[in-house]
């Protein structure tokens, strides 16, 4: 078990203000909830991120999203229960999360494009920025999995 290195919150409130803020703002933008959570789900897996993984899972399960279905966002290359635009979303969330050296294939833009308006792509890449973000500032102060739960109104996921 893990303790937190250091309260980033407290000891950076301007910074962590103005990105919270970054972040809320994102919530009203044109990519919808229940394709976000998968966003942040598959980030922080990919990141290494228990606190966003946490937290994040816990969001979707709130916000009526299928058990079986969070368990299956790490594979969900192999997986039936994914969408075309859900399996377009995660695969820019790993591209943009793991950055080839190569940088993003016109391929891969396109692939992108095909179903999302560039409005989307935007959102959805801004949306995939914020949460890699948190994902990098928790994992290198470990913020505790669940630390926050009470607070952030996840408890109420039943997932303890």
Known sequence: MSTARINYMQKSPALFKKYLDFSLAIKDASIEPELS??????????????FCLDMHVKEAKIHGERELRLHH????HESPLFSA????????????????PQGVADADFAAARAVFSEQELSDLSFRVVAINGWNR?????????GSYDAAYGLDKAGLN
């Open 73 to 76: 966002v790490a594979i969900w």
């Open 85 to 100: 635009r859900e399996r377009a979303a995660l695969a820019w969330t790993e591209l943009l999360t793991r950055i080839p």
């Open 37 to 50: 959570h998968l966003v942040d789900v598959r980030a922080s897996q990919l990141n290494g991120c228990a």
């Open 137 to 145: 500032i928790n994992v290198a102060f470990r913020n505790v999995p």
